[in-house]
Nanobody, 123 residues
Framework: QVQPVESGGGLVQAGGSLRLSCAPS????????MGWFRQAPGKEREFVCA????????YNLPVVKGRFTIARDDAKNRVYLQMNGLQPEDTAVYYC????????????????WGQGTQVTVSS
């Protein structure tokens, strides 16, 4: 099973922006929902957002606070996470995952995970 591949992480100052990209290589993106999770040092992996295969976004509102936007471009086989107003508490490894079945909020609902991309926000 081919893993998704994330890119776009990096170091940014507080208040800055980053756009993460996920390429779910292998089968056609359009037949899957895709999600983003993150894991900060010493913390559990948490759901950030997802987008269904019919292009409906799902957000973990206490996490994104209206700052993040998920989008998909099936023609380019990409899912994007636009993150604005980044804060030090957003520092984490961000993972893209392919949704398989069930509630988008739960990691067990995903069957293929990328290696992650580091996002570091300095104060």
């Amino acid at each position: 099973q081919v893993q998704p591949v994330e890119s776009g992480g990096g170091l940014v100052q507080a208040g800055g922006s980053l756009r993460l990209s996920c390429a779910p290589s292998g089968r056609t993106l359009s037949i899957y929902g895709m999600g983003w999770f993150r894991q900060a040092p010493g913390k559990e992996r948490e759901f950030v957002c997802a987008i269904s295969r019919d292009n409906s976004p799902i957000y973990n509102l206490p996490v994104v606070k209206g700052r993040f936007t998920i989008a998909r471009d099936d023609a380019k086989n990409r899912v994007y996470l636009q993150m604005n107003g980044l804060q030090p508490e957003d520092t984490a490894v961000y993972y893209c995952a392919r949704h398989f079945d069930g509630n988008y909020y739960y990691a067990v609902s995903y069957d293929s995970w990328g290696q992650g991309t580091q996002v570091t926000v300095s104060s």
